[in-house]
């Protein structure tokens, strides 16, 4: 042992003026320290090499160095050492490998080496340095498994150094964007991808990415190295160290072309609904936006109407898709019931099935909108051009049917039909029961209705038959037979309604549409007028009659308004003694343009525009008004008689307007009487029978007068 120091000590010392100084080096060393001699004996084995190992240095110093050899490397070990010794280098080449040691107790470790060869006294000593790199060998074998693994991810990804520059790709990058690893590195993303000028704001949006320090992602219209434009999404990600220093930054790319396609397809359609085209061209839009999307494609669409396929809509060039594979989707009701079928043939090749399929898909969808955005439509055109209860043509409808008719130089027969007496069913058994009678009649109706004639509810309860057969006994064969449609009572809740029909025929040849209906429309209040159940031509005369009511009508209104109507008072005596029993006032009209209008005009037509309970109200407070005059001169009434109309007895305000009145001039009830029709005494009123009695209550006399006979 004291000659192997010897050796150490000439071996470290040999140039060294401080001796004695590197022999406790190398013992105190944190690297393991091996000297063998020429015959691959072990001279030094340091603690920290006795720790690597797991040897002690009495079990190590002296034996052949095999012992220290890992046992696949012992076979080659004796020659490679003969085979330096003989002219080999001075340090060993690979000084810094790495190697995996063998323990004592089998186990293994990952070290790094480093050995050296000396010449002393012309024998030739190798020098070994080893340390524990199993944190290293660990972190590398990691950081080998990861870059293994992000070069076989789908997704392409790089890697940036902090002034973001390539430092890593995988192989998806470079299928991507056809640039490898030797051509990217080095280059920041901005330079080396290529950027197209449209959109303008893309490079200064990727700029932005690349320089962001917190997690971040945007889309981008690129261009491959082949000149390929594809959409990307790009995310960045940084990397910080445990101090928060920024090391790296990872950057990943998504290939999203299809899904802007199919984004861009979605935008397109929903904007065209927007707008809302007509059904068979939303249907082309739909098939020629699938089109642009998917390559050498033909699109049908179809709507299904009672289960069955009704072409829609397709595309124009199918006959041109060769080798073609079809696809089919069912279009669906918001509720899952199938409204149409989707139809797409491809090329064999041209797109990818799973594109295909999210293109069927969100296509389907849209199919499925504009399905319900027809039926919708079609649901509006029935409310505006149908009547919801009957399911008749409405107003509107006519409008443009009779448009129609006239501007085709067709001179049509205009019948407008008023149901009489609906208002008794009204009356005793209500609106719901009125509206089964009507239905009724317009069954009858459509039961005798020809092909070429046209039928309509224009409002409540009237009704419009335009027909083409224009001579005068078949229009009047017309009129009769629309009036035997009512002939038999109608039958509700077992009860029996006898109803009649007023009807207004119009016809004049290239009359235009609003002549034909209006005048139409005075025929049949003319017949209303007396009595109504049958049918009247419209004549120019009963046009005059009608334009002289209207204007009649607004001055009578004028007048009621500024209260240019009078009272005149007639003395009613008894015949026999002469004596005064009471006075009847009477109203009177003088127009400044039409002169004196006689009750028997004015009344009926107050009644016609709505105006006669103003009439009465205003009888009613002049009469009462009257009566206090002369009371104050001392003059003596013993009654006065006013008229009312029966329209007047049916609303619920009489009984308050004829209180307020008498209250307001302070006339007692037996000094004023109401008269009423004997015809009105007969309808059997019970509402009429209960005003009449709240006026009796309140001493108000009544009488019943025949109007038209002048007796009373």
């Known amino acids: 042992m004291r000659q192997d120091a ?160 390539i430092v890593q790709c995988n192989r998806a990058f470079t299928e991507m964007f056809g640039y490898c690893i030797s051509e990217a590195s080095g280059m920041q993303p901005d330079t080396l991808l290529n950027i197209p000028e449209f959109p303008a704001d893309n490079r200064i949006r990727l700029q932005q990415l690349l320089w962001k320090t917190a997690r971040d992602q945007d889309e981008f219209l690129l261009l491959t190295r082949t000149g390929e434009k594809i959409w990307i999404k790009a995310s960045i990600s940084p990397v910080y160290d445990v101090l928060a220093h920024l090391q790296n930054l990872v950057m990943t790319f998504s290939d999203i072309t299809e899904e802007r396609q199919i984004r861009q397809l979605e935008g397109n359609i929903l904007a065209a609904m927007c707008s809302s085209p007509p059904f068979h061209e939303m249907g082309e839009i739909i098939c020629r936006n699938i089109e642009s999307v998917l390559n050498e494609s033909h699109v049908s669409l179809f709507a299904l109407r009672n289960g069955m396929p ?35 043939k491809t090329s064999s090749g041209a797109e990818t099935s799973a594109f295909i399929e999210r293109v069927a898909d969100i296509s389907q969808h849209m199919a499925a909108l504009a399905l319900e955005q027809e039926k919708s439509r079609q649901h509006i055109e029935q409310l505006i051009q149908f009547d919801p209860m009957t399911g008749l043509p409405n107003r509107n409808n006519l409008h443009n049917y009779l448009d129609d008719l006239v501007d085709k130089a067709v001179s049509p027969v205009v019948y407008l039909i008023g149901v009489d007496h609906i208002q008794d069913v009204i009356d005793s058994l209500g609106y719901a029961w009125a509206d089964q009678a009507l239905l009724e009649v317009v069954n009858r109706f459509r039961e005798k209705l020809k092909p070429d004639q046209y039928l309509c509810r224009i409002e409540g309860t009237q009704f419009v038959l335009v027909s083409l057969e224009n001579d005068v006994s078949n229009i009047t064969q017309i009129a009769d037979e629309l009036r035997n449609v009512v002939s038999k009572p109608i039958m509700i809740d077992n009860k029996p309604f006898p109803l009649t029909l007023s009807i207004g025929i119009s016809y004049d040849v290239g009359k235009n549409r609003d002549y034909l209906l209006s005048t139409a429309h005075n025929a049949m209040d003319y017949i209303r007028k007396n009595g109504g159940n049958g049918w009247q031509f419209f004549s120019p005369a009963m046009n005059e009659m009608v334009k002289e009511r209207l204007v009649l009508g607004a001055a009578l209104k004028e007048a009621i308004s500024n209260n240019q109507l009078k009272l005149v008072y007639q003395p009613q005596i008894f015949a026999e003694t002469g004596e005064l029993y009471g006075i009847e006032a009477l109203a009177r009209w003088h127009d400044p343009l039409h002169g004196h209008v006689p009750p028997s005009r004015f009344i009926p037509l107050a009644e016609e525009i709505g105006e006669i309970e103003n009439i009465g109200r205003w009888v009613i407070a002049e009469a009462c008004r009257q009566l206090a005059e002369w009371r104050s001169q001392n003059i003596h009434i013993p009654a006065l008689s006013v008229n009312l109309s029966a329209l007047h007895f049916r609303s619920n305000q009489l009984p308050n ?10 006339i007692d009830g037996h000094q004023l009487t109401v008269e009423i029709t004997e015809s009105m005494m007969m309808e059997h009123d019970t509402e009429i029978f209960k005003r009449i009695q709240i006026l009796r209550d309140m001493g108000v006399g009544l009488s019943v007068d025949d109007f038209g006979t002048g007796d009373g």
């Open 6 to 165: 010897e050796v150490i000590m000439k071996l470290t010392d040999a140039d060294n003026a401080a001796d004695g100084i590197f022999f406790p080096a190398l013992e105190q060393n944190m690297m393991g320290a091996v000297l063998i001699n020429e015959n691959d004996e072990v001279m030094f084995f340091n603690p920290a090499a006795e720790k690597l190992w797991g040897y002690k240095r009495e079990e190590v110093i002296g034996n052949n160095i095999d012992m220290l050899i890992p046992r696949d490397l012992r076979p080659a070990h004796p020659e490679y050492i003969r085979h330096n010794r003989e002219g080999g280098k001075a340090r060993v080449e690979g000084m810094s490998r790495e190697l995996q040691l063998e323990k004592k107790d089998g186990s293994k470790i990952w070290t790094r080496f480093a050995l050296s060869k000396v010449s002393a006294e012309g024998k030739v000593y190798y020098l070994a340095l080893v340390r524990d790199a199993s944190v290293e060998m660990a972190q590398k074998e990691q950081t080998r498994q990861l870059i293994i693994a992000v070069d076989h991810l789908d997704r392409p990804v790089i890697v940036l150094d902090p002034e973001r520059h």
């Open 310 to 344: 009704i072409h829609w809509a397709s595309s124009s060039h199918g006959a041109e898709v060769q080798n073609a594979q079809s696809w089919s989707a069912t279009i669906r009701q918001r509720d899952g019931a199938p409204a149409g079928i989707l139809q797409i």
């Open 657 to 666: 307007q004829v209180s307020d009145a008498m209250h307001a001039w302070g």
